[in-house]
């Protein structure tokens, strides 16, 4: 998929494991996952982050293939998960920059309408939040 406000066209991401199962050379159990994951977000990871603390660290390649759960399926199980979805606080935390920048650069036309564009996207990702139930159905940004 392109960037919807860039100029750039490529696409980014990488391409999943053809198989589900999880590897054979994977040291690690289905509890012993699950604890990792735990252990991780207790020390204030995000579940993005924690995805790539075990694959980088721990030679966790999938914790899907191993647990034939997500990452934020497993933290709510456990009673940790988020209260806003990390797609919208990343946002939401880049909005924030943006409008600090703004008060010490009031002239600066580029970053008014970077924010703007960044507030569109909160508000579409937030709609697709609430009507998915990630999010309370009162739940507005305001600026």
Known sequence: MSR??????????SSKPITDKSPD???YDEEEVIDLVVKLRRDGYD???IGIKLRDQYGI???KALTDK???EILEEE??????????????????????HLDENGKDEQAQRRLELT?????????????NGNL??????ER
């Open 4 to 13: 919807m406000h860039s100029d750039g066209r490529g696409e980014s991401g």
């Open 25 to 27: 050379w994977v040291e």
């Open 47 to 49: 579940p993005s982050q």
């Open 61 to 63: 390649p999938s914790v």
């Open 70 to 72: 997500k990452v934020t």
């Open 79 to 100: 009673g940790l998960e988020l209260s806003i979805p990390e797609d919208l606080q990343n946002l939401l935390d880049k909005a924030e920059s943006i409008k600090e």
């Open 119 to 131: 507030e569109a996207k909160i508000r579409r990702i937030a709609s697709y939040h609430r009507e």
């Open 136 to 141: 309370d159905e009162d739940w507005k940004y």
